[in-house]
């Protein structure tokens, strides 16, 4: 069965059985107001209808809504897909909701398509077909990892080829075929209203307080001492002022010769040294202010405990992610195990290292979580899967609950993602899991400078291709709030 409808702004129902839990999350993003959110949790849709549906084959329900800049899509499937891989989910869209013009397509006159698997579409105007990658759309999906619920977003005005066929000025309709066979779709009208988000606070770089401790990740893959990069990084960092600075997949140089290379960059630091440190087999460094006690390696990943002197106390574990990457799901859930059987161990003191009841942990870094949920799961809820090799596993806090992420937001975007590269489509890669039942987050967000305002750029000495000139991920910001 295959429903229709035409709606004015928001239309979803939030079906959710047998979709993978993650943990409920408060957000912390003090310049974007409430609306949808691209970043793979759904609460936002619950309080609407859902759209079409069908009772049976792949493709489940379908759910619509837009804002000034954005169409979103949030599509439920009856059993788990990696979106961007080994399916033939396909959209059609039928920008002018006319069935005369563009290619035929059940009762629609598609102007553009894309296949999710493929990771490639087309769009058609007069008589001409062209291919396109995921960038003319400006398509970001989330979340990154296997589910039967993903959210979608489209940018209005992506592309010139966008705006030639009149995408998002007029009424439209949507289709979700799965091309593998299975006839049933998902067919709906639209009618974008494109209303502005309200107005919030400016955006700032700034920590709320001074006195919050920053930390930014960064995934530099060998990027950091090519000449044209430079300028680049220095300007990022110039703007974010790290107080810790924790870089993945920084291979070229020792320690103390990157931090030599971004030393004016990153500032004088908080206890009037800097100190430099570099481990695990996908070469973390951490340039901090504070002395580590201990530097242990955890695979691709490491682990610092550091000593924190005034105007803090105590001490803070910062594990280092840069787990395997891509399709080698087996080698990243033996990191994930590892990294949680140590926190398990060190907490229970049953390690070399001494860390007090109470001290924070800190997971951050390039986690690589494009496949198995699994992973996730084992540093969240810290489910070991190897439990013969690694322990039982346990929730990881010192409260017995879970880590929290933290799912930073683009400071212009409603989105999360931190990676943006070529063939796959954006995805959330960088995390910052902590816990929380000892931590408090100040200002957080991913730093990315294509679209911030031109004021803001301004004002930090920024260039709008900063952030992808530095590479494919994007700076994660966290502000810690610690005891003094």
């Known amino acids: 069965m295959t429903g229709t409808i035409l709606i004015s702004l928001v239309s979803c129902a939030l079906l959710q ?19 949808i959110l691209i970043d793979g949790r759904f609460e936002d849709w619950e ?41 033939h989910i396909t959209l ?9 013009t563009g290619l035929r397509k059940g009762m629609l006159g598609a102007e553009a398509a894309f296949t999710f698997g493929e990771r490639s579409g087309w769009v058609f105007s007069g008589e001409d077909t062209i291919t396109i990658r995921y960038e003319t759309l400006g398509l970001v999906t989330a979340p990154t990892m296997e ?16 705006k030639a066929l009149g995408f998002g000025t007029k009424p439209l309709s949507v289709l979700i075929a799965d091309e593998a066979g299975e006839e049933a779709t998902l067919t ?26 920053r930390v930014v990740t960064h995934n530099v893959n060998r990027r950091h001492f090519l000449p044209e990069k430079r300028d680049a990084f220095s300007r990022v960092y110039q703007a974010l002022q790290p107080d810790i600075l924790l870089l993945q997949e920084a291979y070229e140089g020792t320690a103390r010769e990157i931090l030599d290379y971004f030393r004016m960059s990153i500032g004088a630091p908080l206890s009037g040294r800097w100190y430099a440190y570099k481990a695990g087999e996908e070469a973390t460094v951490l340039l901090s202010p504070f002395p580590a006690s201990a530097v242990v390696p955890l695979g691709n990943s490491a682990a610092y405990i550091l000593d924190l002197s005034e105007p803090y ?18 080698a990243r859930q033996a990191e994930a195990d590892m990294i949680m059987a140590f926190i398990d161990n060190l907490k229970n003191g049953k390690t070399l290292e001494y860390i007090p009841v109470g001290t924070p942990v800190i997971l951050a870094g390039d986690a690589n979580l494009v496949r198995k949920t699994e992973q996730y799961a084992t540093l969240t809820e810290g489910r070991i899967q190897d439990t013969l090799a690694y322990g039982p596993g346990a929730p990881p806090d010192w409260d017995g609950s879970p880590f929290r992420d933290l799912l930073p937001y683009h400071l212009q975007k409603p989105l999360s993602f931190t990676w943006r590269g070529k063939g796959f489509f954006p995805g959330r890669m960088d995390f910052f899991i902590y816990s929380d039942s000892v931590l408090e987050i100040g200002r957080n967000f991913v730093f990315d400078t294509v679209d911030l305002p031109e004021e803001v750029l301004k004002r930090y000495n920024l260039r709008g291709e900063d952030a992808p000139d530095t590479y494919k991920h994007q700076p994660v910001v966290a502000d810690l709030i610690l005891e003094r």
């Not at 979103?72 to 059993?79: A, G, I, Q």
């Not at 059609?92 to 005369?100: F, I, K, Q, T, V």
């Not at 840069?322 to 080698?328: T, W």
């Open 47 to 87: 309080e609407t209808e859902r759209l079409a549906f069908n009772d049976e084959g792949l493709l489940k329900t379908l759910c619509l809504a837009d804002d000034a800049d954005y169409l979103f899509l949030k599509v439920e499937l009856n059993r788990k897909v990696n979106l961007q891989a080994d399916n």
């Open 313 to 330: 106390a105590g001490k803070l574990v910062l594990i280092a992610l840069s787990m395997p990457c891509c399709d080698l799901d087996d």
């Open 147 to 162: 589910s039967n619920v993903f959210e979608i977003a489209l940018a209005w005005a992506a592309s010139e080829q966008e």
């Open 17 to 35: 059985t047998g979709t993978f839990a993650f943990p409920a999350i408060t957000w912390n993003q003090d310049t974007l107001p409430a609306g």
């Open 188 to 213: 709906a009208s639209y009618d974008p209203k494109r209303l502005p988000r309200p107005v919030c606070q400016a955006i700032s770089l700034e920590k709320e307080d001074p006195m919050h401790l």
């Open 92 to 100: 059609y869209l039928d920008m002018d909701d006319n069935p005369a």
